[in-house]
């Protein structure tokens, strides 16, 4: 079940939600789920020949492990807008956990909404992706 | 380089649709590693937060409906990605959705040489008119390829 207005306070920490050792077969199938082919992705020698030491992760692959981390503390249909902003690259092998904390708690358009920032860390604890949500969750019925 | 028009920034692009599938839905949650029962279930189940990714399956690329900017795909970095959810997005809708290039800008960056920013947007409407949803990215094209 979402969380209810009536239960969050400012400050509460979001569950967090870790993916250990990514893998290039988690590129391939973000790759086919979401239909985004750039080479630089799944393409080895493409990879290399724009400079990278290999393939990388999508950004928005992690921005949709951190979007869990929000759909599990909110519920799907609760989330109203979720913006990220992609900063160090995730690898093959990784490490990636997911977190967050409620950073606003108001009412607005006869809605108990939430503000919120996330973020996804490797294992060196360097930013991958950085992000804010807004949610109208469920009042206590 | 980019090649940019800037007589078409601000201008919508012609509308597509999209088809809101179950089985894209169930993918597209395995991908993202989400387990969530809401994604499974015909009658009741809902779009994920960045379904909207999806579109790349009904638009040739990028450049189909941003027609001012033709990026360099081997220096293009994703920059920022911002959904707004107006309304749910569930199996069965059919989307129509248009695109704009909103703003086209180039900075001085740290680690790539200059970079040139490229603001979408892209509006979804649902079969009943309703609008569901705003997409707006970020995308920025570096000099060089990128270090770090």
């Known amino acids: ?141 | 380089m980019a090649e940019i028009d800037k007589s078409l920034l601000g201008v919508w692009g012609p509308p597509s649709t999209m088809r809101i599938e179950l089985g894209k839905i169930r993918e597209f949650a395995k991908a993202v590693k989400d387990p969530n029962p809401a994604y499974l279930d015909e009658k009741t189940s809902i779009a994920p937060p960045t379904f909207l990714m999806t579109i790349a399956h009904w638009v040739g690329d990028l450049g189909a409906t941003r027609s001012a900017v033709k990026l360099d795909y081997r220096r293009l970095l994703h920059g920022e990605q911002d959904f707004e959810y107006v309304k749910p997005i569930r199996p069965g809708d059919t989307l129509t959705f248009r695109s704009r290039t909103k703003d086209v800008f180039e900075k001085d960056g740290k680690r790539g040489g200059k970079m040139l920013f490229v603001i979408g947007e892209t509006e979804f409407t649902n079969q009943r008119g309703e609008v569901v949803a705003y997409m707006r990215n970020t995308a920025i094209e570096t000099a060089d390829a990128v270090k770090g």
């Open chain 1, 1 to 141: 079940m979402a969380t209810t207005f009536e239960d969050v306070k400012e400050g509460d920490s979001i569950p967090a939600f870790v993916v250990e050792n990514l893998s290039r077969t988690d590129l391939v199938k973000y790759a086919g789920a979401s239909g985004d082919f750039n080479p630089i992705h799944h393409d080895e020698g493409f990879a290399r020949s724009a400079g990278n030491p290999t393939v990388f992760g999508h950004g928005m692959l992690t921005a949709g492990f951190v979007a869990r981390c929000i759909t599990d503390f909110v519920g799907v249909e609760n989330v109203r807008r979720y913006k990220v902003r992609f900063a160090t690259r995730v690898w093959p092998g990784d490490t990636i956990t997911c977190q967050g904390r409620v950073t606003k708690r108001y009412e607005a358009d006869g809605e108990g909404r939430i503000d919120g920032e996330v973020a996804a860390l490797n294992q060196k604890g360097e930013v991958a992706v950085s992000g804010t949500f807004t949610a109208a969750l469920p009042r206590r019925g």
